[in-house]
Nanobody, 117 residues
Framework: QLQASGGGLVRAGGSQTLSCTASGSIFSINVMGWYRQAPGMQREVVAT???????FVVDSVKGRFTISRNGDKNTVYLQMNSLKAEDTAVYYCNAAAVGPSSRTDYWGQGTQVTVSS
């Protein structure tokens, strides 16, 4: 189970932090991250962090968004700075158990981030 928090309305140039906590059978999870989906668009990856701490951030938010996790590795954060109108979307927390030939995804409920210009 994934419980996300954060989001809401923010002015362009502002900041927000999203958090997501995984609970339950999390021993198989080795990647957590954030995806987003704007109206009429496909869901896209924003940032991910592996159990080892390796991170990926999509080019469109690089330098503005930072993904991190707590020491227990069951909570991930997305710090979003210098927000732009185009960052407006529903943000989804993702946890994945990625194996050599398989992947199981778990999704949070989604949280709306609206950036006003």
């Amino acid at each position: 189970q994934l419980q996300a928090s954060g989001g809401g309305l923010v002015r362009a140039g502002g900041s927000q932090t999203l958090s997501c906590t995984a609970s339950g059978s999390i021993f198989s999870i080795n990647v957590m991250g954030w995806y987003r989906q704007a109206p009429g668009m496909q869901r896209e990856v924003v940032a991910t962090i592996s159990r080892r701490g390796n991170t990926f951030v999509v080019d469109s938010v690089k330098g503005r968004f930072t993904i991190s996790r707590n020491g227990d590795k069951n909570t991930v954060y997305l710090q979003m700075n210098s927000l732009k109108a185009e960052d407006t979307a529903v943000y989804y927390c993702n946890a994945a158990a990625v194996g050599p030939s398989s992947r199981t995804d778990y999704w949070g409920q989604g949280t709306q981030v609206t950036v006003s210009s």
